[in-house]
T-cell receptor, first 112, second 111 residues
Framework: KQEVTQIPAALSVPEGENLVLNCSFT??????LQWFRQDPGKGLTSLLL?????REQTSGRLNASLDKSSGRSTLYIAASQPGDSATYLC???????????FGKGTKLTVNP | AAGVIQSPRHLIKEKRETATLKCYPI?????VYWYQQGPGQDPQFLIS???????DKGSIPDRFSAQQFSDYHSELNMSSLELGDSALYFC??????????FGEGSRLTVL
């Protein structure tokens, strides 16, 4: 059974700092990996999708990498801002049904 | 751009009552998914539909049922509600690209 782990569970950084969020998964046979952002009590906003054949994806200040063989993904956030404060969830898709297995998230706080 | 629409956004029910949640996927998306997120938990997959047929089933209780209609909207029906059913219920939709887009969720509180 696929298990997704995110480290750290919580992270607090000063504004402007570059940071890395980590995601690991136990079964490397995945179709894709998706990073989401969730604000308290709100929905999930898709940030980046990495197909299994890809190594990384970039969107603005965000860069996500995927090392399928080692079961790892990282989300790099450059020049963090207070508005980046949220919980970041990593999710992997293993099958054509496209159901996602989520990690428990990393709660990020960016202090002004 | 149009997003996934869920209704109601908030719902309060008593134990043993019934609740129905609705989801309107992004236009032309052919797959709909339902997830349940308990307090402080990660989202758990419940059920999905592709082209109006159930395509996969996760940890959905027997008290819950769902369907997708001809206009592609989906409804999640929950009966004999229990306190533990209190959660955020998310609907998501996708195309064949595999990227899932989530709605804002429906918060169910069972008293």
């Amino acid at each position: 059974k696929q298990e997704v782990t995110q480290i750290p569970a919580a992270l607090s950084v000063p504004e402007g700092e570059n940071l890395v969020l980590n995601c690991s998964f136990t079964d490397s046979a995945i179709y894709n990996l998706q990073w989401f952002r969730q604000d308290p009590g709100k929905g999930l906003t898709s940030l980046l999708l990495i197909q299994s054949s890809q190594r990384e994806q970039t969107s603005g200040r965000l860069n996500a990498s995927l090392d399928k063989s080692s079961g790892r993904s990282t989300l790099y956030i450059a020049a963090s801002q207070p508005g980046d404060s949220a919980t970041y969830l990593c999710a992997v898709d293993q099958g054509g049904s496209e159901k996602l297995v989520f990690g428990k998230g990393t709660k990020l706080t960016v202090n002004p | 751009a149009a997003g996934v629409i869920q209704s109601p956004r908030h719902l309060i029910k008593e134990k043993r009552e019934t609740a129905t949640l609705k989801c309107y996927p992004i236009p032309r998306h052919d797959t709909v998914y339902w997830y349940q997120q308990g307090p402080g938990q990660d989202p758990q997959f419940l059920i999905s539909f592709y082209e109006k047929m159930q395509s996969d089933k996760g940890s959905i209780p027997d008290r819950f049922s769902a369907q997708q209609f001809s206009d592609y909207h989906s409804e999640l029906n929950m009966s004999s509600l229990e306190l533990g059913d209190s959660a955020l219920y998310f609907c998501a939709s996708s195309l064949e690209t595999g990227e899932l887009f989530f709605g804002e969720g429906s918060r169910l509180t069972v008293l």
